[in-house]
């Protein structure tokens, strides 16, 4: 069983969705994939954040992704994920978000990076 975005949102123990995208549009520079580990958990280095992360900061990463794929390929997830998701199908859908949003990324311009990355941030807003 996983959360929605805007229960998730009103948790304390993580950041928001729209807030780790907005933040990850600053450090696309490293990448995508370290960008979003920066804004949502603080740092690239997993011994930094190892002992700190909760399993909210896990599924905000995880939302975040969808967030961003969802922009790329709509087909990715027609939902948010819900009380009705279980692990199987988060893990699966965040899995292929990851591929989704890494494949694209190759080869592109920081910037288009950072694009991606807010405009995935205004679509999750509207439901936090």
């Known amino acids: 069983m996983t959360i929605t975005p805007a229960e998730l949102a009103g948790l304390a123990t993580a950041p928001t969705v729209s807030r780790a995208l907005d933040d990850a549009a600053r450090y696309v520079a490293d990448g995508v994939i370290p960008a979003l580990c920066r804004a949502v958990y603080g740092s690239v280095d997993p011994s930094d954040?190892?002992?700190?992360?909760?399993?909210?900061h896990?599924?905000?990463?995880?939302?975040?992704?969808?967030?961003?794929?969802?922009?790329?390929?709509?087909?990715i997830s027609g939902a948010w994920p819900d009380s009705s998701w279980g692990a199987e199908r988060l893990a699966v859908t965040v899995g292929d978000a990851h591929r989704a949003v890494t494949g694209w990324a190759e080869g592109r311009a920081s910037l288009e990076m950072a694009e991606l990355f807010r405009a995935a941030a205004r679509e999750i807003r509207e439901v936090e």
């Not at 954040?49 to 909210?56: C, K, L, R």
């Not at 896990?58 to 939302?63: K, M, N, V």
Request: zero cysteines; proline letters at 4%.
């Open 58 to 75: 896990t599924l905000a990463w995880g939302i975040a992704l969808i967030a961003a794929a969802r922009i790329i390929d709509p087909a």
């Open 49 to 56: 954040y190892a002992v700190i992360v909760s399993a909210e």
